[in-house]
């Protein structure tokens, strides 16, 4: 079955995992309040005039993409949470770094928004 919504997504994850990914939806929809919810890559994302961020509940951790790129105080800040390609690793048995994750929502909606070129739609 194709997941259609975030909530579709957040419905097939145990409470407390579901709890940090809706802590990471209100951080960004109070944020960014123009950004819209959208599935991507069958994961849940926001869009605002193009996807610029996606996260994603696994076994032990939750996944937010893509790398930040442009803000390098960011990234050293970051670098406990860095995998090889820079995509981003948050322990589940670890609170959640929401101030942390703040600043790379806001990062990733400059880098995909206003700094890539705009893609038709």
């Given at each position: 079955?194709?997941l259609?919504?975030h909530?579709?997504?957040?419905a ?38 193009r ?7 696994f ?22 949470y ?8 948050f ?28 893609q038709?739609a």
């Amino acid at each position: 079955m194709a997941l259609l919504t975030h909530d579709d997504y957040l419905a097939g994850l145990a409470p407390e995992v579901r709890s940090k990914l809706q802590a990471i939806q209100h951080l960004v929809e109070t944020l960014l309040p123009a950004a819209t919810r959208c599935i991507s890559y069958r994961i849940p994302a926001y869009h605002d005039q193009r996807v610029f961020f996606y996260f994603a509940a696994f076994k032990n951790h939750i996944g937010i993409y893509p790398p930040v790129r442009h803000d390098q105080a960011l990234i050293t800040a970051l670098a406990a949470y860095r995998g090889e390609k820079g995509n981003l690793s948050f322990p589940l048995a670890q609170p959640l770094p929401l101030n942390l994750i703040a600043r790379v929502v806001l990062a990733l909606h400059l880098e995909h928004h206003t700094l890539a070129p705009k893609q038709q739609a």
